[in-house]
């Protein structure tokens, strides 16, 4: 560290975050570590947390790379807030010319390519020959430079677009190799020389998830230049690695190393730098015309799985069923519910018994249906490890899809070849083994006794289809059709492909994966979704007046090309800003929103705004020194607005509306996430509607960014995020667009309704989990309801943030259970007064489970049990002040009392006392007469003794002491055999095996 860095102290106190994050940076660089990464959210203060580290820390001069030079100019103003001892003739530049103490440029500034230049032309030329000569369209490379240098003279524009796009190529081919400061420009290459000449000792990379391309490339080159200074990367969000180079991806994990602080916005919020906000999510179902579609490729897909189910033997078999399935026309746009089977294969389930070793193949076989036990176990082999039969590569023989299904399961054959136990299968191939088996039963089949069920809380119905289809069919048309000698199988192979690339599912060489689907296009871009503006809105206006600062957000401002399957469904601007913007000034409430659409290349202006908006534009444009000739072209309901006069330009007429925004002139405004996204600034807004469907967490997070920042003008701000979603669950991609808001939530942390901070969609709702929305597919209308009502609920759910009290990091454990099933009647004690609700009834199963651990010396310090009511039914359930690896055995022990009966080796019942009206108790007032009512004993349920209180007799007697105790009278069943084992046939036949739906979740307080 330098002895002649002036003393510049900051005129201000840190924040509790930023005092954190320096604390941290103080250890690591004392320990010698030259390079931080540090993540926090917008607002949180990452420039005065860099200054401050610059100043106070490193204090060495210093060199600041922002992504635009708006953020270029942040840094240099925020200097103002700290002071330095002496005179410092140049403390900040933002002139590259002259690098100060603090120099603060844009990344273009120092990785600017050379263009152009005869060094890389030549390269750039051959690579396009190479690419003419591998595309067929020239022979050799004199036949392909005569057809380039034609394309020379002749079409002189595209022949230099196309050679920009073989430079960047060949630069980037450079750069990865450890080249890129031989391409830089030389204006790049004289500003990296003058700042390594002013001793820079530290560089501030400020939203450094931008350096995972020609940036990063150019900056990684540029540190060894510069002698290896100290580097700080500052983001708001960790970069998106999707479609990135593997290199790229790899410099920059080396470069910047483990996030070393991150600021949780929740921090920030609670320490009252960030507005709060509330998570809100509104459901729309598609269009009729829509359902149609979906309903239509639905049921193309269910009848050729039909047909993969039975025997397919001849190639005019299968080009019947070619015929059949394209001639399909129009279907009920809505079905019961999807099965993907006829009901002839689900009439029947089929019951296996295990193959013997050592039996001969003639002694199993049988008279059995279809898919009988003697048979499949005929072509099994003896089921034994490593079996006697089938290998990975066997020829296939035609076997029907359930068939060749349980064949592979009894023999446990990967694709590489046959293991010698179950759980080396599953392991293996997770996904399949639990697919597989899942498809199976729900086409009514039972499995093999040495095939075990899935070992998960929810029934096989419960799993999206599509997650279930997709393992088994990729691995059935891989691994069997395709591999037929029968060219009947091959073609129905890619009927398979076909209609499985409908739903957005693209069967390679090497797998199954991710494409684009025309059915999940709809869901994402349902006319439905627009139109649910109105009510949303209408909501808001209602509740906040003129104070309502809305913003609509969509992909783009019209969609890209639409493909011929959808083209009826989908026009250009469906899903798009203007088709939001349209969908408001059509309907009375929210034309008076006054709404205005900012793109990159629009402004659309309300008719009844355009007069007022040409005045306040005027005068803005005159305040700020622009001359701008306004322009007005008429339109149905809106205006176009075109401005002539060089300085108009996106980061003009943004910022004019912008301010127009804050000011009041409009309400509502609609762009797109490339315009209102990173960068761009409206503290005022209070409501965002977000119709995007971006998923990555950079992305999201940078969006809703925008709506919690604080306006000094509302102390009481709180924003409420709106998603919009489509979903259509009785169809395989009915949830496309619910499992894509789940993604979007992935990284999002949000209040909950019992005022716990939780990461994930449950913080939305309870219902909301990754699976599926559970409960609600007919529903969406009390759902949406709910949501407009919790809307109105702003003081309500800024109390529930507790501003001002301190944050904890770290995550506490907790289960959430709905229903408990059985929480009616009396507690079956002598006195109990009120009936079970779920909250006491958790409260006491919560206990007796406690306790029983306690004393059975499994946790030391178990902290205090919270039980918590939430919307839907719910209850939250965990333990506070409790050391992870205790509340971690308390989740799952509760868990395994409170969920679905998974094979527990003992069981015991819960019963209660339920009232009996005698003749007394009906005649007498109710509030009178229900002291004469009688009360007896009745079963509701049966529970799993937990798993680690049921190893021996001891521990299931402290177990059922604690039960018998606080929650029902009840003896423990060993389940295995005997009585236990026909009391649980019981319960699943008679309903009182519970179905509580169990989530095990991370919140903080």
Not at 796 to 821: C, D, F, H, N, T
Request: charge should be negative.
């Amino acid at each position: 560290m330098s002895h002649d860095f002036p003393e510049i102290r900051f005129q201000g106190q840190l924040r509790p975050s930023q005092a954190d994050a320096v604390k941290i940076a103080r250890r690591k660089l004392a320990a010698g570590q030259r390079r931080l990464h540090i993540v926090a959210p917008p607002g949180s203060g990452k420039t005065v947390l860099g200054l401050f580290l610059w100043s106070d820390c490193v204090r060495l001069p210093a060199l600041v790379l922002s992504p635009n030079s708006a953020i270029q100019a942040q840094w240099a103003d925020k200097i103002e807030l700290f002071s330095a001892a002496g005179t410092e003739p140049h403390l900040v530049s933002t002139d590259s010319d002259q690098p100060a103490l603090l120099t603060s440029l844009t990344y273009q500034s120092v990785t600017l390519p050379g263009r152009g230049g005869a060094d890389d032309e030549g390269p750039a030329i051959e690579l396009w020959q190479d690419k003419l000569i591998e595309a067929g369209q020239a022979k050799d490379p004199q036949e392909a430079a005569v057809w380039i240098e034609d394309l020379r003279r002749h079409n002189r524009s595209y022949y230099e677009q196309r050679m920009r796009g073989y430079r960047k190529q060949i630069r980037d081919a450079a750069s990865l190799a450890g080249g890129s400061l031989e391409l830089l420009h030389a204006s790049s290459l004289r500003t990296l020389q003058r700042l390594k000449e002013r001793g820079v000792g530290l560089i501030i990379l400020d939203e450094c998830h931008h350096l995972l391309g020609h940036w990063g490339r150019v900056l990684a080159d540029a540190h060894e230049l510069l002698d290896q200074p100290v580097v700080i990367g500052l983001t708001a969000t960790p970069p998106d690695r999707e479609g990135k180079r593997p290199e790229d991806i790899q410099r920059y994990d080396e470069f910047f190393g483990e996030v070393d602080y991150e600021v949780p916005v929740p921090a920030v919020v609670k320490d009252g730098f960030l507005a709060p906000s509330q998570d809100l999510a509104y459901f729309v179902r598609p269009t009729r015309e829509e359902l149609t579609f979906i309903a239509n490729a639905d049921e193309q897909l269910h009848e050729l799985v039909a047909e993969l189910c039975r025997p397919v033997e001849t190639d005019e078999a299968a080009r019947q069923v070619d015929v059949a399935l394209d001639a399909q026309s129009s279907t009920p746009a809505r079905r019961a519910s999807p099965d993907f089977s006829s009901g002839a294969d689900r009439a029947s389930p089929v019951r296996y018994r295990t193959p013997v070793v050592g039996e001969t193949t003639t002694s199993r076989m049988g008279n059995g249906g279809p898919a009988s036990a003697d048979r499949i176990a005929a072509r099994a082999g003896t089921g034994g490890a490593g079996g006697s039969g089938a290998s990975s590569d066997e020829t296939s023989t035609g076997e029907p899809l359930s068939d060749w299904l349980l064949q592979v399961l009894i023999q446990r054959r990967l694709p590489t070849g046959v293991v010698k136990d179950w759980d080396s299968f599953q392991k293996r191939d997770p996904t399949f083994a639990l697919a597989a088996r899942a498809f199976l039963l729900r086409r009514g089949h039972e499995l093999p006794p040495q095939v075990p069920p899935p070992e998960t809380d929810v029934g096989p119905e419960e799993y999206p289809e599509m997650a279930l289809l997709t393992p088994v069919l990729d691995r059935y048309v891989r691994h069997h059709l395709r591999r037929s000698a029968d060219a009947a199988h091959r073609q129905l192979a890619e009927q398979v492909v076909r209609r499985l690339r409908m739903l957005g599912v693209q069967i390679t060489e090497t797998g199954a994966q991710a494409c684009a689907s025309p059915v999940a296009r709809v869901m994402a871009y349902s006319q439905s979704k627009t139109e649910a503006l109105v009510p949303i809105l209408s909501a808001e206006l209602q509740l906040l007046g003129e104070r309502l600062r809305a913003v609509v957000v969509a992909d783009f401002e019209k969609t890209s090309a639409v493909s011929a399957e959808v083209e009826h469904l989908l026009d250009a601007e469906a899903g798009g800003a203007i088709a939001a913007f349209k969908q408001l000034i059509r309907h009375p409430h929210t034309d008076a929103l006054q709404p205005i659409l900012v793109t990159g290349s629009s402004v659309l202006v309300d008719d009844d705004l355009a007069p007022a908006f040409d005045e306040a534009a005027q005068q803005w444009l005159v305040q700020e020194g622009y001359e701008v000739e306004l322009e007005f072209g008429e339109e149905d309901g809106f205006h176009v607005i075109c401005g002539k006069g060089s300085d108009w330009c996106p980061r003009v007429y943004v910022a004019l509306i912008t301010d127009l925004f804050q000011a009041g002139l409009t309400k509502c405004l609609v762009g797109t996430r490339g315009l209102l996204g990173e960068g761009w600034d409206a503290s005022k807004i209070n409501v965002l509607i977000d119709l995007t469907t971006v998923t990555t967490s950079m992305t999201v997070n940078q969006l809703r960014g925008r709506s919690i920042r604080l306006d000094a003008d509302d102390p009481q701000k709180l924003a409420n995020n709106w998603d919009v979603v489509c979903i259509a669950p009785e169809f395989s991609k009915g949830l496309d667009d619910y499992l894509r808001f789940i993604a979007k939530h992935s990284t999002l942390f949000g209040i909950t309704d019992d005022g716990a901070i939780e990461k994930g969609v449950g913080h939305v709702h309870p219902a909301f989990t990754e699976l599926k929305p559970e409960g609600l597919e007919g529903s969406t209308s009390l759902l949406n309801t709910e949501m407009l009502t919790r809307a109105g609920r702003r003081d309500e759910v800024r109390e529930l943030w507790k501003i001002g009290q301190p944050y904890s990091a770290e995550p506490i454990r907790a289960l959430e259970a709905s229903p408990l099933g059985g929480s009616g009647g009396f507690p079956p004690f002598k006195g109990a007064r009120e009936q079970w609700n779920d909250a006491s009834l958790a409260l006491a199963i919560g206990k007796a489970v406690l306790l029983s651990l306690c004393d059975a010396e499994l946790l030391g310090h178990p902290g205090m049990l919270h039980v918590g009511q939430r919307s839907g039914g719910y209850v939250r359930m965990f333990l506070e002040e409790a050391r992870d690896e205790e509340a971690a055995l308390f989740t799952q022990a509760l868990h395994e009392v409170l969920g679905p009966l998974d094979r527990p080796r003992y069981v015991i019942t819960r019963s209660v006392h339920a009232a009996r009206d005698t003749w007394l108790s009906m005649i007498l007032p109710a509030f009178v007469g229900r002291y004469f009512q009688r009360r007896e004993l009745r079963r509701v349920m049966l529970h799993a003794v937990p798993s680690v209180l049921a190893r021996n007799k001891d521990l299931v007697a402290v177990f059922e002491a604690h039960w018998n105790r606080y929650v029902s009278p009840g003896e423990a069943l060993y389940a295995h055999h005997g009585p236990g084992k026909e009391l649980i046939a019981q319960a699943r036949r008679q309903g009182w095996a519970s179905k509580a739906r169990v989530h095990e979740k991370e919140i903080f307080l």
